[in-house]
């Protein structure tokens, strides 16, 4: 009996694929001396006497039987289909190997033996296990969920080593695409009951690759410092922690070599090439050393420069074009003047203009010509305008921000404006954009709007800690897209320790399916107003508001629109009792001429307009564009108070360079009113009317920290006045107008940074609030002191704080103090800083630190701001 044996195979195979060592022979020796060489080994020819004699060949025998054993899952007769032996068939022992190596090719079994009984063969086999389960360890970079549809392994499945290294290379793979290449993958297998196994993915990611060091040879005109400034790719520093710029990715390498070639094409190099680019891993496989060879050429300047247009009513001049002859040349100049008699020939209705620079170039007199030929084209006209994404908004909802109608000429313009629009609802992706696709005929277009849309509702159950509030709870419904209409319905409610309020709002951005907003909003607003003794806040007074206001706004033309407003509300402003009254009247002793004057109940029924320009690229996030709004409220059509309102408010953004955005901002406002005079050292405007400033929309201050006011300074036990501000009580008294200017860049991070919702900024302030009739003053210099007798109950008044006579009983004793009047100034106050935006978790979180560097006498500037929880 001959027996061909794989005896062990399996764990021998699982070794070699473990430690990635070579499989092990598919014969057992004794079998392999049986066979002959594939290939003989090339000898001198002999002489044919000097040959040896021929080794006997194995005699042929016949097949009777072939028997199948150790099967389970697989059919016995499965088992035979896989090996061409048949019964009735001769066979050699080298057959018998070529039968042993067909089974095993098949990946079905983990060992295999062939017995021969005198032409009965049995064959003995064991299948490969099943999977149970597919295991990842190690991964902390990656989630499973990014792995998984890596492996083609499955759960009951049947195990093949060939499956395993396939995902080992595609998992080794998925980290190097994340720039990940020391990352190593070991697969192993725990045995399990039942013929079934555990497939186990030990990773270890092993730290990011980066670029150590970017070396350019062949620069003499620029230095390698420039050149990289200009790539994408940053050599590792410590500094970059918070950028991805110095990953290695291959795909960015050959992107800085195009940006290395728009970098001197810019500069006049028009000959300037990158002649290799190579990419070393260091030793440690932690890095990258990356090297530039490149050719600078000669520079160029620009040569005659011509147009030569075929469209009948668009003949562009040469000397309007950005490109001038004798300049230095410039692709981008190029670039951009291409665009831009593109975009010209769009307002003429021309849509698919094309603009072909030709370029001359004289290498004698290192001059570039260009003629740009726009070839003549068909006026176009919108043949369709195609929406595609939306699933919630409906149709109407897009089509209604296209300044394009379809039979109207086209007009690139008007494209991009519809583009914007529709950005800014704030329903889609960000970046979008409207193709343009040829319609049924070559005066026709297609305009296609590929949205996707973004989740318009907002549920926020928030707790947070402000500087201003403290402790803040915040539950608030919102709904910018209501019903897929663009209907916002929102409802709120406030909770802090100094301030409650609950409002309900709705609008309706096209009322009756034309271009008018209505909306409407009830509100009840709960204020405590507070000042500070020894860094203790105290409550000064309360004001309930409970109101409504209604509006409607049309548009005027693209950017100018209109909107009107009503709006009624009733004010109950007090002061606590026990605190600050005597004899059931507020106290000006206790409290100052200023509060009491605040309290009591009135109504403020208001109507009011503004007008508004508004031309930004986005309103939620603008990067360019400006916005104009000059509104004016009239109070007196009923109610108790009277005036009229004015401010107004300008912005400018713009991108000054890359991806920074800057933006001027200006606001001011003016309270006139139409009452009389209430008496000396009372202001026509009352208290709860006026304007503040501070914290936060003046960085650097307090929350009205800045402005007129008056501050209560006590006196020591020598006489002396305390000038210390933990120790001042001080009340903000507002004013009749103020101004206020801010100059702000956002300074763009990185790809991690920006996904994190990271927004940070540097900006300077500078502003008032003043115009205020001077109060009257209190001042006690030797205090006060109240008496009230035990028996006549008469109250006996002491300027001093001297205790009580025998049979009287102090009410209450008021140390001696005097009130000084700041801050009523129009000139400006100034403050610097930096602040930090945040998506977060929790909310909206807005960091500001800023110095103020010009302030007045009474101001309270404030160094460090944070918010959580509270819109900014």
Do not use: H
């Given at each position: 009996m001959v027996a061909i044996e794989k005896t062990g195979f399996r764990n021998r195979c699982l070794t070699a694929l473990l430690l990635g060592t070579a499989l092990p022979a598919l014969v057992t020796p004794a079998v392999a001396q049986t066979r002959r060489p594939a290939v003989q080994p090339t000898q001198a020819p002999q002489p044919a006497a000097a040959l040896a004699p021929a080794a006997p060949v194995a005699p042929a025998k016949v097949i009777k039987t072939i028997n199948v054993v150790g099967s389970q899952r697989i059919e016995p007769d499965t088992v035979r289909s896989y090996i061409k032996l048949r019964p009735g068939q001769t066979y050699t022992v080298e057959a018998l190997d070529d039968a042993l190596r067909e089974l095993l090719d098949t990946e079905l079994f983990s060992d295999v033996q062939i017995r021969d009984n005198a032409g009965d063969l049995t064959i003995e086999i064991q299948e490969n296990p099943v999977i149970n389960r597919i295991i990842l360890e190690g991964n902390k970079r990656l989630k499973e969920e990014k792995i998984r549809p890596e492996i083609k392994a499955a759960p009951r499945q049947i195990f093949t080593r060939s499956k395993v290294r396939a995902d080992v290379a595609r998992i080794i793979d998925l980290y190097q695409r994340q720039g990940r290449y020391?990352?190593?993958?070991?697969?192993?297998?725990?045995?399990?009951?039942?013929?079934?196994?555990?497939?186990?993915?030990?990773?270890?990611?092993?730290?990011?690759?980066?670029?150590?060091?970017?070396?350019?040879?062949?620069?003499?005109?620029?230095?390698?410092?420039k050149i990289i400034s200009e790539m994408a790719t940053r050599p590792s520093s410590p500094l970059g922690i918070f950028s991805s710029k110095d990953s290695y990715d291959p795909d960015k390498l050959a992107y800085d070599q195009s940006k290395?070639?728009?970098?001197?094409?810019?500069?006049?190099y028009a000959d300037f090439r990158v002649t290799s680019a190579t990419a070393e891993l260091t030793p440690d496989k932690r890095d990258f050393i990356v090297t530039y060879v490149v050719e600078e050429g000669q520079r160029y300047k620009f040569g005659d420069v011509t147009v030569e247009s075929e469209l009948r009513d668009y003949k562009p001049k040469a000397e309007s074009l950005a490109t001038k002859k004798g300049a230095w040349y410039n692709a981008k100049q190029v670039e951009d003047t291409v665009e831009g008699l593109t975009e010209a020939a769009g307002l003429f209705g021309y849509a698919f203009a094309e603009v072909n620079p030709d370029f001359q170039r004289d290498k004698d007199t290192l001059t570039m010509s260009?003629?740009?030929?726009?070839?003549?084209?068909?006026?176009?006209?919108?043949?369709?305008?195609?929406?595609?994404?939306?699933?919630?908004t409906q149709d109407k909802v897009v089509r209604r921000e296209f300044r394009l109608a379809e039979g109207d000429p086209f007009n690139s313009f008007q494209v991009k404006r519809s583009s914007d629009r529709i950005q800014s609802l704030g329903f889609f992706q960000e970046k979008l954009e409207i193709e343009q696709k040829p319609g049924s005929a070559p005066d026709r277009i297609v305009l296609e709007a590929n949205v996707e849309e973004k989740a318009t509702g907002e549920l926020q159950l928030s707790a947070g800690f402000s500087s201003l509030e403290r402790f803040i709870i915040n539950f608030s419904i919102r709904q910018r897209n209501f019903r897929g209409k663009g209907q916002e319905l929102r409802a709120s409610v406030n909770y802090s320790q100094y301030s409650?309020?609950?409002?309900?709002?709705?609008?309706?951005?096209?009322?009756?399916?034309?271009?008018?907003?209505?909306?409407?909003?009830?509100?009840r607003r709960d204020l405590n107003s507070f000042n500070f003794i020894n860094q203790s806040r105290q409550t000064t007074y309360q004001q309930v508001t409970t109101g409504l206001q209604l509006r409607m706004g049309v548009p005027i033309t693209e950017y100018w629109s209109f909107a009107a407003r009503y709006g009624l509300s009733y004010d109950d402003v007090s002061l606590d009792t026990a605190t600050y009254y005597f004899n059931g009247q507020c106290d000006p002793f206790l409290a100052g001429r200023y509060l009491c004057d605040a309290i009591g109940k009135r109504t403020t029924s208001s109507l009011g307009y503004s007008v508004v320009f508004d031309n930004l690229d986005n309103r939620i996030r603008p990067t360019k564009g400006q916005r104009l709004l000059v509104s004016q409220d009239f109070a007196g059509l009923g109610g108790s108070v009277r005036y009229l309102r004015t401010t107004v408010d300008a912005r400018k953004y713009w991108k000054p360079f890359g991806n920074y955005v800057f933006s001027v901002q200006t606001e001011g406002g003016y309270i006139h009113s139409f009452e009389k005079s209430r008496g000396a050292g009372l202001d026509k405007?009352?208290?709860?009317?006026?304007?503040?400033?501070?914290?936060?929309?003046?960085?650097?201050?307090?929350?009205?920290?800045?402005?007129p006011r008056v501050q209560r300074l006590f006196y020591d036990t020598n006489g002396q006045l305390i000038t210390a501000r933990n120790q001042v009580v001080d009340d903000s008294l507002g004013g009749r107008a103020y101004y206020l200017?801010?100059?702000?860049?956002?300074?763009?991070?990185?790809?991690?940074?920006?996904?994190?919702?990271?927004?940070?900024?540097?900006?300077?302030?500078?502003?008032?609030?003043?115009?205020?009739?001077?109060?009257?003053?209190?001042?006690?210099?030797?205090?006060?002191?109240?008496?009230?007798d035990n028996v006549t109950g008469v109250v006996t008044e002491f300027q001093n704080t001297n205790?009580?006579?025998?049979?009287?009983?102090?009410?209450?004793?008021?140390?001696?103090?005097?009130?000084?009047?700041?801050?009523?100034?129009?000139?400006?106050?100034?403050?610097?800083?930096?602040?930090?935006?945040?998506r977060s978790p929790f909310g909206p979180f807005r960091i500001d630190i800023a110095k103020a560097l010009i302030k007045r006498d009474g101001d309270d500037p404030k160094l460090f701001t944070f918010n959580v929880g509270t819109q900014f």
């Open positions: 020391a990352a190593t993958v070991e697969p192993k297998m725990v045995t399990l009951d039942q013929n079934r196994v555990d497939i186990v993915f030990e990773i270890n990611e092993g730290p990011k690759s980066k670029v150590r060091q970017i070396n350019i040879l062949g620069n003499e005109k620029f230095s390698d410092k290395m070639r728009q970098f001197y094409l810019t500069q006049g260009i003629a740009y030929k726009i070839a003549d084209a068909p006026r176009v006209y919108v043949e369709r305008i195609d929406i595609n994404g939306n699933t919630v409650k309020s609950i409002e309900l709002g709705f609008t309706e951005p096209y009322f009756l399916d034309r271009n008018i907003a209505v909306g409407g909003d009830i509100f405007v009352r208290l709860t009317d006026r304007f503040y400033l501070g914290e936060p929309q003046f960085p650097g201050f307090d929350i009205r920290g800045i402005g200017g801010r100059l702000e860049l956002e300074i763009p991070l990185g790809s991690g940074a920006r996904e994190m919702g990271l927004r940070p900024s540097i900006f300077a302030v500078a502003g008032s609030v003043f115009g205020m009739t001077k109060p009257v003053l209190n001042s006690l210099p030797n205090g006060l002191t109240r008496c009230r205790t009580c006579a025998t049979g009287t009983t102090s009410i209450f004793s008021v140390p001696a103090f005097e009130e000084r009047y700041f801050g009523d100034s129009w000139k400006p106050r100034v403050s610097v800083g930096f602040g930090v935006n945040w």
